[in-house]
């Protein structure tokens, strides 16, 4: 893996929960690392630690020891206010529960991200009807959450984390409160978008089905990553060799395809 093909690295990370009774180790010295235009499922038992890990690489939980890089930028150098201006640039996150805002239409939750760090209406209101294109929602764009089914509002949230035209998307079971079919459609969808636009994808999931759409499945039980496969389509594809996920010298921070959804 070379230097600056890696988007994602952790070193030796630690994260420790104090439960007033207890201290509870959730992560025991990760080491991972993961490429630009990765799709990867980080799979494993229940309580093991995939959430954890999500939230402490994408900078929304601390660790408490060792290091994670993002495109070349050490989190443990920014400042709260340097990390969640860094999230609302060059993130975006797709969760179980779609935290849509029941009185706001489609477009006006896509958007809302953008108003909030001082985009101008005009502009924000361009981009996210771009997103819901996108993802096959421009004309249910004035429509409300209560007036979509739920395969629909998932797309509204995909749609809302590509708005920013993100380097990365967390994906927290992103198709868990989903039917199969409806499901299917939504791995579908990531999956295009990862190849077409070159997104950087990581997804947490207990679906091997979607585990075996991915490049790369890391699994890991109390804590530990404790090993890798590919998913279905296999590595190959991308011309990458599997098992190279481990840190294996300094992160750098890799330059997207000019490619975007607009």
């Known amino acids: ?25 959730a992560l025991q010295g990760v080491d991972l690392a993961i490429r630009q235009g990765e799709m990867v499922a980080v799979m494993g038992p229940s309580g093991c ?32 206010r340097e990390r969640t201006e860094y999230r609302a640039r060059r993130m975006g996150f797709v969760f179980q ?18 108003l909030v760090s001082g985009r101008r209406p005009k502009e924000a209101r361009a981009r996210a009807m771009a997103a819901l294109e996108a993802v096959g929602l421009a004309q249910w764009a004035k429509h409300r959450p209560a007036e979509l089914s739920g395969g ?53 999931t207990h679906d091997p089905a979607i585990g075996d759409r991915c490049d790369r499945i890391i699994r ?21 060799p599997v098992g190279a996920g481990a840190a294996d010298g300094q992160a750098g921070g890799g330059v997207r395809p000019a490619a975007t959804t607009r």
Not at 97 to 114: C, G, K
Not at 157 to 175: H, Q, S, Y
């Open 152 to 204: 629909q509002r998932q797309r509204v949230t995909i749609a809302r984390a590509l708005v920013n035209d993100p380097a990365i998307v967390w994906a927290d079971e992103p198709t868990g409160a989903l039917d199969s079919h409806t499901a299917n459609e939504i791995i579908d969808l990531i999956r295009e978008l990862n190849e077409r636009i070159g997104l950087t994808v990581v997804i947490v």
């Open 97 to 114: 529960v779609y935290n849509l805002l029941p009185v706001l239409n489609a477009v006006e939750n896509v958007e809302l991200p953008l």
């Open 220 to 240: 890991m039980r109390d804590g530990q990553i404790v090993g890798e496969t590919p998913g279905a389509l296999g590595l190959g594809h991308k011309g990458w």
């Open 1 to 25: 893996m070379t230097e600056d093909s890696v988007i994602i690295r952790a070193e030796k990370v630690v994260k420790t929960y104090d439960t007033g009774t207890a201290r509870v180790t």
């Open 49 to 80: 630690g995939k959430t954890t890990l999500l939230n402490c690489l994408s900078g929304l939980d601390y660790v408490n020891a060792g290091e994670i890089w993002l495109e070349g930028k050490n989190l443990a150098t920014m400042s709260d």
